[in-house]
């Protein structure tokens, strides 16, 4: 089977650098990805990483380590629209998603 | 491309009635998801189909549930009889083969069971 452990909330401060991890455990894995979902609305894309490594999309960067089967997501300069959940999917043939991360920004 | 499309947006109805959700996905991608996001159960996969076969439903809750996909440009996903338990938010996602890393999700349909 299939598990996802990431934390369900994390505050930060508008500015600041937050981190949020994500373990897995999967029987088939290709690749690790991240969505954010703002309330009311869907899933969107940020970011993936199908190699060991870290992956950098301007503010927001992704890492890997296939060997420790660990993943983050690093939001830097946070802004007031980062208030969302992010979520951790692992891609085999299909996507399985985390249970996500509530991230609150205040001012 | 307008994305992935899905209707209702919205839906309202009786336990017991039978319900039927759509999906368009983009033009071109070969893989349909069908999920389910509840504050309980979070994001759960339900079933998904590549080139308009289904590949695994092992996520489907029950018999009520049943998801076809007549034809790359439309799917559905029925629940027959409906319960209160089935409330949920429902997304569709589609993604191109070889488009390993990006699932392209519908608005959603915010089922409400009464």
């Known amino acids: 089977g299939q598990s996802l452990e990431q934390p369900s909330e994390v505050t930060a401060v508008e500015g600041a650098i937050v981190q949020i991890n994500c373990t897995y455990q999967t029987s088939g894995f290709y690749g690790l990805s991240w969505y954010q979902q703002h309330d009311g609305g869907a899933p969107t894309f940020l970011s993936y990483?199908?190699?060991?490594g870290l992956e950098e999309t301007g503010r927001f960067s992704s890492f890997l380590s296939r060997s420790d089967s660990y993943g983050y997501l690093l939001l830097q300069e946070l802004q007031m629209k980062d208030s969302a959940s992010y979520f951790c999917a692992v891609l085999n043939n299909d996507m399985r998603f985390g249970a996500g991360t509530r991230l609150t920004v205040k001012p | 491309d307008a994305g992935v499309i899905q209707s209702p947006r919205h839906e309202v109805t009786e336990m017991g009635q039978e319900v039927t959700l759509r999906c368009k996905p983009i033009?071109?991608?070969?893989?349909l998801f069908w999920y389910r996001q509840t504050m309980m159960r979070g994001l759960e996969l339900l079933i998904y189909?590549?080139?308009?076969?289904?590949?695994?439903d092992s996520g489907m809750p029950e018999d009520r549930f049943s998801a076809k996909m007549p034809n790359a440009s439309f799917s559905t996903l029925k629940i027959q009889p409906s319960e209160p338990r089935d409330s949920a938010v429902y997304f569709c996602a589609s993604r191109p083969t070889g488009g390993t890393d990006t699932q392209y999700f519908g608005p959603g349909t915010r089922l409400t069971v009464l």
């Open positions: 189909f590549n080139n308009n076969v289904p590949i695994d």
């Open positions: 033009s071109g991608h070969d893989y």
């Open positions: 990483n199908g190699l060991d």
